[in-house]
């Protein structure tokens, strides 16, 4: 979901990779890199090379699914976390 969010403006792998670990969210590129490649595959990522510097780099955006997918996890985010603190609420955890 974090991806996906994150991928509602462009981004390279690394700058992804970087933007993601400023929010305080860590993810290993064995990991964030296939995932981006099977997000683009299933059609939820527009990708096009541009130029950066002396290197061309793939940029990542979401495609139009991958905004309606965003926004149903968003929604499925938010009914588990109402549920969540419900029940911590209720139970006096804190």
């Known amino acids: 979901m974090a991806v996906l969010i994150a991928l509602r ?8 990779r970087k933007k993601l670990q400023a929010l305080g969210i860590d993810i290993e590129e064995g990991t964030l890199y ?5 997000l683009a595959e299933q059609g939820y990522l527009n ?8 290197r061309k780099k793939r940029y990542y955006q979401l ?3 991958g905004y309606v ?3 149903e996890l968003i929604q499925e985010w938010q009914a588990i ?4 603190d419900k029940m ?7």
Do not use: A, C, F, T
């Open 9 to 16: 403006e462009p981004h390279y792998g690394y700058s992804l």
């Open 34 to 38: 296939p995932m981006i490649r099977r």
């Open 47 to 54: 990708s096009k090379w541009l130029e950066s510097g002396e």
């Open 63 to 65: 495609s139009d699914e």
């Open 69 to 71: 997918l965003s926004q």
């Open 81 to 84: 976390s109402q549920i969540l």
């Open 88 to 94: 911590v609420y209720e139970n006096g955890v804190s």
